[in-house]
């Protein structure tokens, strides 16, 4: 292992001097603030520009031993998947200032981005195309494009969404080789421009052959490669829209209502949101949240409707139409508000990346949240699971804040619960911990999918799993053989 001071000296001349850091201050901007281990700081930090940088950086790294983190995104920084363990001679990679929007394609909906674009940079261009973005819900504006991709953040509209990648299709990948390699259609032959004159489009995420090499590094948490670009879907923005609400005391006629939905592919964006939650995104401060909570339903279900180039006023009619027999059909009523905020507004806010400050720290300025997949059926068990834990580690339930996102047209969905804590209260801090361990444990044994292991997660998923962690050991020797790529992570 080198030391810190070779690693200084060699990764000094890996980019130009104005794109490499070492003192504390600017490495502070890599820690994470939302661990349950201390964590160190990196040795050094670099900001290579392109894939070629990026290569060389690779290569150094593997020459004197060091270990690699990507980072694309800005802070603030939440799952600890770029910690630096205490005692690790690690350099962060920073790819954020790798911001060109390569490609806009309007004809096959499908931008080529680099790693440093975020969702506020992409939905600019693509609304001048008149194209919108599949995002997950309210980003941070420093959150990469990229990043939220790889770590499969669920985007809000489950209509679009078909395979576990979605929206991710191609990307340019560095493997701990040095080696650059592109999958699905982008894989050629032939170089990008090349493909582009001859009506390719980088679309297909299958190839070379028929494997889906996006799988080796999505969800890897940075430890099979470096992703220098992507191809992401995109979709059209509607010509006309409208919004709804509908809420209820319980959530079992929600998740009926949204069974019959995305079994038909009626709306665009749709989720549920408890009134915590919900009171959350709407309030801008701690007050502002008490207030609104007390004034929202148990369960909200928010829905926009959309329409496009080709007579749009009678897709979103039928649309409307079918929800509404539907709503019906359960006994729920549709809404254009509720207290605090339009469906209208509503829309407008999700459209966006996130506000200052994050819609998860407004309530005591920390939060822990656990996430996983699961069925939509299954949601209420877990939620009641949840409940039973907070009240175990005397956590108050009513600030337990849920969000439900169908996903793969309603054939599963991400469920989430967010749980604020005051980071100033050690013994507040303490107990959120304790409560988020032990509900992540039962939470799994309760049929929970951790599909995004971060941190002590990763235990409860490989665990179970033996063979996998064994192929993952396998791939990572073939495409990281010096183990240079955030070592320690998932089940490496």
Same mark, same amino acid.
């Given at each position: 292992m080198a030391t810190q001071e070779e690693i200084k000296t060699t990764f000094k001349d890996a980019v130009d001097s104005d794109r490499f850091f070492d003192t504390d201050d600017d490495l502070k901007k890599y820690a994470t603030g939302n661990l349950l281990e201390p964590e160190g700081l990196p040795v050094c930090a670099v900001k290579p520009k392109s894939a070629e940088e990026v290569v060389g950086v690779v290569k150094?790294?593997?020459?004197?031993d060091a270990d690699l983190i990507p980072f694309s995104s800005g802070p603030p920084r939440f799952r600890g998947d770029t910690a630096t363990a205490q005692e690790s001679a690690t350099v962060a990679v920073d790819l954020s200032d790798m911001k060109r929007i390569?490609?806009?394609?309007?004809?096959?909906?499908?931008? #080529?981005?680099?790693?440093?674009? $975020?969702?506020?940079?992409?939905?600019?261009?693509?609304?001048?195309?008149?194209?919108?973005?599949? $995002?997950?819900?309210?980003?941070?504006?420093?959150?990469?494009? #990229?990043?939220?991709?790889l770590e499969r953040e669920p985007i809000t509209v489950p209509k679009y969404h078909w395979d576990m990648t979605d929206p991710m299709l191609c990307v340019e990948v560095v493997f701990g080789t040095g080696d650059v390699f592109r999958t699905g259609g982008a894989a050629g032959p032939g170089t990008l421009e090349e493909q582009w004159a001859s009506g390719a489009a980088q679309k297909c995420p299958l190839g070379p052959a028929q494997t889906d090499f996006l799988k080796i590094v999505q969800g890897a948490q940075g430890t099979m490669g470096i992703v220098t670009w992507a191809s992401v879907k995109l979709e059209l923005l509607p010509t006309i829209r409208e919004s709804y609400f509908i809420t209820s005391q319980k959530l079992e006629p929600l998740v009926d209502l949204l069974y019959d939905m995305t079994r038909r592919r009626l709306g665009d964006e749709i989720l549920i949101l408890d009134g915590f939650a919900l009171a959350?995104? #709407?309030?801008?401060?701690?007050?502002?949240?008490?207030?609104? $909570?007390?004034?929202?339903?148990?369960? &909200?279900?928010?829905?926009?409707?959309?329409?496009?180039?080709?007579?749009?006023?009678?897709?979103?009619?039928?649309?409307?139409?079918?929800?509404?027999?539907?709503?019906?059909?359960?006994? =729920?009523?549709?809404?254009?508000?509720?207290?605090?905020?339009?469906?209208?507004?509503?829309?407008?806010?999700?459209?966006?990346?996130?506000?200052?400050? %994050?819609?998860? =720290?407004r309530y005591k300025g920390a939060f822990r949240e656990i996430l996983f997949i699961t069925t939509m059926d299954m949601a209420r068990a877990h939620h009641g699971m949840m409940k039973e834990q907070a009240e175990k580690f005397d956590y108050p339930v009513g600030q337990i804040g849920v969000y439900l996102q169908p996903i793969q047209q309603g054939r599963a969905c991400h469920l989430e619960f967010i749980l604020?804590?005051?980071?100033?209260?050690?013994?507040? &801090?303490?107990?959120?911990?304790? =409560?988020?361990?032990?509900?992540?444990?039962?939470?799994?044994?309760?049929?929970?999918?951790?599909?995004?292991?971060?941190?002590?997660?990763?235990?409860?998923? %490989?665990?179970?799993?033996?063979? &996998?962690?064994?192929?993952?050991?396998?791939?990572?020797?073939?495409?990281?053989?010096?183990?240079?790529?955030?070592?320690?992570?998932?089940?490496?």
């Amino acid at each position: 292992m080198a030391t810190q001071e070779e690693i200084k000296t060699t990764f000094k001349d890996a980019v130009d001097s104005d794109r490499f850091f070492d003192t504390d201050d600017d490495l502070k901007k890599y820690a994470t603030g939302n661990l349950l281990e201390p964590e160190g700081l990196p040795v050094c930090a670099v900001k290579p520009k392109s894939a070629e940088e990026v290569v060389g950086v690779v290569k150094k790294a593997a020459e004197i031993d060091a270990d690699l983190i990507p980072f694309s995104s800005g802070p603030p920084r939440f799952r600890g998947d770029t910690a630096t363990a205490q005692e690790s001679a690690t350099v962060a990679v920073d790819l954020s200032d790798m911001k060109r929007i390569v490609r806009m394609d309007r004809r096959n909906k499908v931008a #080529i981005v680099e790693p440093g674009v $975020t969702f506020g940079e992409l939905q600019a261009a693509a609304k001048m195309q008149h194209m919108k973005v599949l $995002t997950p819900l309210l980003p941070r504006s420093t959150k990469s494009v #990229i990043a939220s991709g790889l770590e499969r953040e669920p985007i809000t509209v489950p209509k679009y969404h078909w395979d576990m990648t979605d929206p991710m299709l191609c990307v340019e990948v560095v493997f701990g080789t040095g080696d650059v390699f592109r999958t699905g259609g982008a894989a050629g032959p032939g170089t990008l421009e090349e493909q582009w004159a001859s009506g390719a489009a980088q679309k297909c995420p299958l190839g070379p052959a028929q494997t889906d090499f996006l799988k080796i590094v999505q969800g890897a948490q940075g430890t099979m490669g470096i992703v220098t670009w992507a191809s992401v879907k995109l979709e059209l923005l509607p010509t006309i829209r409208e919004s709804y609400f509908i809420t209820s005391q319980k959530l079992e006629p929600l998740v009926d209502l949204l069974y019959d939905m995305t079994r038909r592919r009626l709306g665009d964006e749709i989720l549920i949101l408890d009134g915590f939650a919900l009171a959350n995104i #709407i309030g801008k401060n701690n007050a502002d949240i008490q207030s609104s $909570t007390e004034k929202q339903a148990a369960w &909200t279900l928010f829905y926009n409707v959309g329409g496009y180039e080709y007579y749009p006023d009678l897709r979103v009619k039928y649309q409307k139409d079918d929800i509404g027999g539907l709503a019906r059909k359960h006994s =729920l009523d549709i809404k254009r508000e509720v207290p605090g905020m339009s469906a209208s507004d509503m829309a407008a806010v999700i459209d966006l990346p996130g506000e200052e400050p %994050y819609w998860k =720290l407004r309530y005591k300025g920390a939060f822990r949240e656990i996430l996983f997949i699961t069925t939509m059926d299954m949601a209420r068990a877990h939620h009641g699971m949840m409940k039973e834990q907070a009240e175990k580690f005397d956590y108050p339930v009513g600030q337990i804040g849920v969000y439900l996102q169908p996903i793969q047209q309603g054939r599963a969905c991400h469920l989430e619960f967010i749980l604020p804590y005051d980071p100033d209260d050690r013994a507040e &801090t303490g107990k959120v911990h304790e =409560l988020f361990l032990s509900a992540s444990k039962e939470l799994a044994d309760a049929g929970a999918f951790f599909n995004r292991p971060y941190g002590p997660w990763a235990d409860i998923a %490989y665990s179970r799993c033996p063979d &996998t962690v064994a192929a993952m050991n396998k791939i990572k020797d073939i495409v990281d053989p010096d183990r240079v790529f955030n070592p320690g992570r998932i089940c490496l």
